[in-house]
């Protein structure tokens, strides 16, 4: 459940990363769109919600509060440094 | 207006960061270490076999105790677990005729009242070092200075710290929506957006740490509230740590019971383990056994505790529950030190704090950076450019270098040496000392690299030298399943690594163009890159 937490976060933090436009476009060769922003942003909140929840399930209230923080700064490290660092495209 | 605002935000926003960031870059990379503060006092003795079975270790301590110290007033153990080198104790004699009583009198902190019990029960003789708890007193108390003017000045800088962030969020307006943005290789952008990622990425623990080291120090930064409240300071103790008043000694023998067996108990009435223990008058009729519950399994530091007649085994007073304010307060100081935290979290911590070392870090050059593009000539700056670029090689540079000569003197000092703990700390401010004037004598460019390859150097020879140099190692660690010492190992590795790089890409950065009036700075702007990720 913990490394569920973990997982949620990362992909919700990776969501929020190409829902903007400088690494959408480099991403895909596309200009991101409005509808597609929304839907990337509104999945990333949906994973985040879900990742809470599975972390206080597996660590109770206030563990699982702390670890859910811990979960958020480790994802959004992981997605910033491999939206940046890695040099991946998609449809290019 | 919005604009006026935002323009007063962002001069707080520097100058409170400029004026202590240099103090602040030392409680931060300090208070990182301390994290692995148990660690530490286990990777800086490494004569220790590791605690398997603590209640032996808790004996094992009980008979020396019975035989070296049998009259004292009382006893103080902490009990060993597997992140800890042993069980440390301390004991307090029956205060003199005429001298006063209490913590003061019997001299807690004096050498000949401590001993540490290894894990086969017995006294352990290990290199006398201060350990991982250098790092956590400096944190707060700094070194060679009154504790009182120390945490002064540290709850100044938290203070100054809280107004950074909180400014740096209006200042830095479009962090969140600049979230994933790193613009590499452009001087100026690409340090901002470095400064800006190490700060908003781990901001909910930039906040938590900032905001709850400041409640920390609140009786000394903010008396007022105790002081109108309690007007004797006994109260105020009994408030905050409950507890029952040892009783005079009758001087009827009678054997204290088996302490192993009191810590199974308490562990079952308290509900989880125990973390250190207190016998008063020990070995005496009135004798009173305290056990305290271990902070590693709740975010409160103030836990609970239960006292035992000491002859009989029989519980006589159990802790309160805590007040709100009580309560809140060692929640506060529990997410700030992080007991709680097991190997996978402490490492979050660890992480977060080596973000929020980068941002201030990087903030600090980043005045320069900013400033630099706007000097009439930038060959020669004025006095304070020069003097803030200065300082920020002796501490951004200088300081992790000494850290790297207290451990290289934690290994080579030799055993037998006067006052050996307090030499290893020595060496690291004589290293820092030697890196400052490198730092005031050199061209800034030369001072980063030098001293940047110097300490990633000393840190990537450290495991090489634990392999042939100590009994145990990273390989000796794997073969026991004890995966402390590899732990640190691999991290002084990463860390040499890191350090050579920054090193080589300062050395190697030349500025793009002749061009006098377009040149960027010299000095360290790619580092951010790499450092923000």
């Known amino acids: 459940?913990?490394?569920?937490?973990?997982?949620?976060?990362?992909?919700?933090?990776?969501?929020?990363?190409?829902?903007?436009?400088?690494?959408y476009q480099r991403l895909t060769g596309q200009r991101l769109s409005a509808s597609n922003k929304a839907w990337c942003q509104s999945a990333g909140?949906?994973?985040?919600?879900?990742?809470?929840?599975?972390?206080?399930?597996?660590?109770?209230?206030?563990?699982?509060?702390?670890?859910?923080?811990?979960?958020?700064?480790?994802?959004?490290?992981?997605?910033?440094?491999a939206l940046n660092l890695a040099p991946l495209t998609l449809n290019k | 207006m919005s604009k006026g605002i935002r323009q007063s935000q962002s001069t707080l926003h520097t100058w409170s960061g400029l004026l202590l960031g240099w103090l602040l870059f030392l409680v931060f990379l300090t208070g990182t270490i301390?994290?692995?503060?148990?660690?530490?006092?286990?990777?800086?003795?490494?004569?220790?076999?590791?605690?398997?079975?603590?209640?032996?270790?808790?004996?094992?301590?009980q008979r020396f105790l019975d035989r070296k110290a049998p009259d004292a007033k009382s006893w103080f153990i902490a009990l060993p677990n597997d992140q800890?080198?042993?069980?440390?104790?301390?004991?307090q004699p029956q205060?003199?005729?005429g001298e006063r009583a209490g913590r003061s009198g019997g001299g807690r902190g004096r050498r000949d009242n401590q001993a540490l019990i290894g894990a086969d029960g017995l006294p352990a003789t290990a290199r006398d070092t201060r350990g991982g708890e250098f790092f956590y007193r400096f944190h707060f108390d700094l070194y060679y200075m009154p504790v009182i003017w120390a945490r002064w000045l540290v709850g100044i800088a938290a203070v100054m710290m809280l107004v950074a962030i909180l400014t740096g969020i209006v200042t830095h307006k479009k962090i969140f929506r600049d979230f994933f943005t790193l613009r590499r290789g452009k001087g100026q952008r690409s340090w901002l957006d470095g400064h800006n990622a190490t700060a908003v990425l781990a901001l909910p623990f930039h906040l938590m740490i900032t905001y709850t080291g400041v409640v920390t120090l609140m009786a000394l930064l903010m008396p007022w509230a105790t002081v109108a409240n309690y007007t004797d300071q006994t109260k105020l103790l009994d408030a905050l740590f409950p507890h029952v008043e040892a009783a005079e000694r009758t001087g009827k023998p009678v054997p204290l019971v088996r302490l192993s067996a009191l810590v199974r108990d308490a562990e079952r009435r308290l509900g989880g383990p125990i973390?250190?223990?207190e016998v008063s008058q020990p070995g005496d009729a009135a004798a009173r056994v305290t056990l305290f519950r271990s902070p590693t399994t709740l975010l409160n530091t103030r836990a609970s505790s239960i006292v035992y007649a000491g002859t009989s085994g029989k519980p006589v007073w159990?802790?309160?529950?805590?007040g709100g304010a009580a309560a809140t307060a060692g929640v506060m100081i529990g997410l700030h030190a992080g007991r709680f935290a097991d190997t996978a979290l402490r490492w979050i911590y660890f992480l977060c704090g080596v973000a929020g070392t980068l941002m201030v870090a990087s903030g600090l050059v980043l005045w320069t950076v900013k400033r630099r593009e706007k000097l009439p000539d930038p060959a020669r700056p004025h006095l304070g450019f020069r003097v803030v670029e200065r300082l920020n090689v002796a501490v951004i540079a200088g300081f992790p270098l000494g850290v790297a000569a207290l451990f290289w003197a934690n290994r080579l000092l030799p055993a037998t040496m006067l006052a050996r703990a307090q030499w290893e700390v020595h060496m690291l401010f004589i290293v820092w000392t030697a890196?400052?004037?490198?730092?005031?004598?050199?061209?800034?460019?030369?001072?980063?690299?030098?001293?940047?390859?110097?300490?990633?150097?000393s840190l990537l020879l450290l495991p090489a030298f634990n392999l042939v140099g100590t009994r145990w190692n990273a390989i000796s660690s794997l073969a026991v399943g004890d995966l402390l010492p590899l732990g640190v190992d691999a991290s002084m590795l990463a860390f040499g690594v890191g350090y050579l790089w920054l090193a080589r890409r300062v050395a190697h950065h030349v500025p793009q163009t002749r061009n006098f009036r377009r040149e960027r700075p010299l000095t360290t702007e790619h580092m951010m890159q790499e450092v923000a990720a």
Not at chain 2, 50 to 56: D, F, G, M, S
Not at chain 2, 437 to 452: D, T
Request: hydrophobic letters at 55%; aromatic letters at 14%; a positive charge.
């Open chain 1, 1 to 23: 459940m913990s490394i569920m937490a973990m997982l949620l976060a990362l992909i919700a933090f990776s969501a929020f990363g190409v829902a903007t436009h400088g690494h």
């Open chain 2, 435 to 457: 890196a400052i004037v490198l730092a005031l004598a050199c061209k800034p460019q030369h001072a980063w690299s030098s001293l940047f390859a110097l300490t990633g150097v």
């Open chain 2, 34 to 61: 301390a994290f692995w503060r148990e660690g530490l006092n286990r990777y800086m003795r490494p004569e220790l076999a590791r605690v398997e079975r603590p209640l032996t270790v808790l004996d094992g301590a």
């Open chain 2, 275 to 277: 973390g250190s223990l």
């Open chain 1, 45 to 81: 909140w949906l994973m985040l919600t879900l990742s809470a929840t599975a972390s206080i399930m597996a660590k109770g209230w206030a563990f699982g509060c702390v670890w859910w923080f811990g979960y958020m700064m480790l994802a959004a490290g992981g997605a910033f440094i």
């Open chain 2, 318 to 322: 159990q802790s309160p529950a805590p």
């Open chain 2, 95 to 97: 205060p003199k005729k």
């Open chain 2, 84 to 91: 800890v080198p042993g069980a440390q104790l301390f004991w």
